[in-house]
């Protein structure tokens, strides 16, 4: 039988999840497909627990937020820049699916959330989840802070350029798939421990007092780790796996190639054309979810 709590919950879930994807729309950061797809995973997520729930909208909202963080000197760097990342069904599934996934797995087997512990699956489902989206978060604030760090307008748009992942670690233009710089890892990590702390915050109603300091640190580190780890995955899946160009006549990077546009005249900076930037999101933060779980069950 339902109970007054979940039916409460299925309520919050409905009016949050409405209000994330209408707002996406009005502010341009999901497209109409991208909105219902937002809808769908919000109140999955809030369905499963309040926890895994706020902890995706923290994610959403941070990383709508910095989409639009200098978005002027974004399009200098970035072939088909889109105003506020309008993300589409595919970018929003491939970015929460499969967390949203393991909340619900979660609410099948547990019913009832609790703390980081060595308990066995439970946890492993928690840290999961977690490491999931802390990737998630870490990787957005990389892309969206470091591709602009130090950059102005009018400067040149190869000063400042971040490093290849893989050898031989040589510059890249911004924008580049598998680039990494200072500024970026350091935000991917800060990325990564927002999640972390607000996974810890949430989780204080069922978090026993003489708990409280060990949960904090196990949350924090292991949020911490799955942003720098998982925007360091993506970092090399992308320098191998999905190709980058560089357009030399408009100045841009370009991850897929504009059907007006010649692949003979654009420069090839690094990797194979075999996945897309939405399916190196997906492997990275899948493993990253992996990871986190099986730290989860040695530390």
Same mark, same amino acid.
């Given at each position: 039988?339902?109970?007054?709590?979940?039916?409460?919950?299925?309520?919050?879930?409905?009016?949050?999840?409405?209000?994330?994807?209408?707002?996406?729309?009005?502010?341009?950061?999901? &497209?109409?497909? @991208?909105? /219902? =797809?937002?809808?769908?995973? %919000?109140? *999955?997520? !809030?369905?499963? $627990?309040?926890?895994?729930?706020?902890?995706?909208?923290?994610?959403?909202?941070?990383?709508?937020?910095?989409?639009?963080?200098?978005?002027?000197?974004?399009?200098?760097?970035?072939?088909?820049?889109?105003?506020?990342?309008?993300?589409?069904?595919?970018?929003?599934?491939?970015?929460?699916?499969?967390?949203?996934?393991?909340?619900?797995?979660?609410?099948?087997?547990?019913?009832?959330?609790?703390?980081?512990?060595?308990?066995?699956?439970?946890?492993?489902?928690?840290?999961?989840?977690?490491?999931?989206?802390?990737?998630?978060?870490?990787?957005?604030?990389? &892309?969206?802070? @470091?591709? /602009? =760090?130090?950059?102005?307008? %009018?400067? *040149?748009? !190869?000063?400042? $350029?971040?490093?290849?992942?893989?050898?031989?670690?040589?510059?890249?233009?911004?924008?580049?798939?598998?680039?990494?710089?200072?500024?970026?890892?350091?935000?991917?990590?800060?990325?990564?421990?927002?999640?972390?702390?607000?996974?810890?915050?949430?989780?204080?109603?069922?978090?026993?007092?003489?708990?409280?300091?060990?949960?904090?640190?196990?949350?924090?580190?292991?949020?911490?780790?799955?942003?720098?780890?998982?925007?360091?995955?993506?970092?090399?899946?992308?320098?191998?796996?999905?190709?980058?160009?560089?357009?030399?006549?408009?100045?841009?990077?370009?991850?897929?190639?504009?059907?007006?546009?010649?692949?003979?005249?654009?420069?090839?900076?690094?990797?194979?054309?075999?996945?897309?930037?939405?399916?190196?999101?997906?492997?990275?933060?899948?493993?990253?979810?992996?990871?986190?779980?099986?730290?989860?069950?040695?530390?």
């Amino acid at each position: 039988m339902v109970s007054f709590g979940e039916c409460v919950r299925a309520a919050v879930a409905v009016a949050l999840a409405s209000g994330l994807a209408l707002g996406g729309v009005k502010r341009k950061s999901l &497209s109409t497909d @991208g909105a /219902v =797809a937002a809808f769908v995973v %919000g109140f *999955s997520a !809030l369905l499963a $627990s309040y926890r895994f729930g706020f902890t995706l909208l923290v994610f959403y909202w941070t990383s709508s937020k910095l989409t639009k963080f200098k978005s002027d000197l974004k399009r200098m760097v970035e072939g088909g820049y889109r105003e506020g990342g309008q993300r589409n069904w595919r970018q929003v599934l491939n970015s929460s699916l499969p967390g949203v996934i393991i909340a619900l797995v979660y609410l099948a087997r547990f019913q009832v959330d609790g703390p980081l512990l060595h308990d066995g699956e439970r946890s492993l489902l928690l840290a999961a989840y977690l490491g999931f989206f802390a990737c998630t978060n870490g990787d957005t604030w990389a &892309s969206e802070i @470091g591709i /602009v =760090a130090g950059l102005r307008s %009018g400067s *040149s748009r !190869l000063s400042g $350029s971040p490093l290849l992942a893989i050898p031989p670690f040589r510059k890249v233009p911004r924008g580049t798939n598998g680039g990494i710089s200072l500024v970026g890892t350091i935000a991917s990590l800060a990325g990564g421990a927002v999640i972390g702390l607000a996974y810890f915050l949430l989780g204080l109603p069922f978090t026993p007092g003489h708990l409280m300091i060990s949960q904090a640190r196990r949350n924090l580190w292991l949020g911490t780790f799955g942003g720098g780890f998982g925007s360091w995955a993506d970092s090399v899946l992308g320098a191998t796996l999905q190709a980058s160009w560089y357009d030399e006549e408009a100045g841009v990077v370009l991850a897929e190639i504009p059907p007006q546009r010649e692949k003979k005249k654009l420069k090839h900076i690094t990797g194979v054309d075999l996945l897309s930037n939405e399916q190196i999101n997906l492997l990275s933060a899948c493993f990253t979810a992996l990871v986190c779980s099986w730290l989860q069950s040695r530390f």
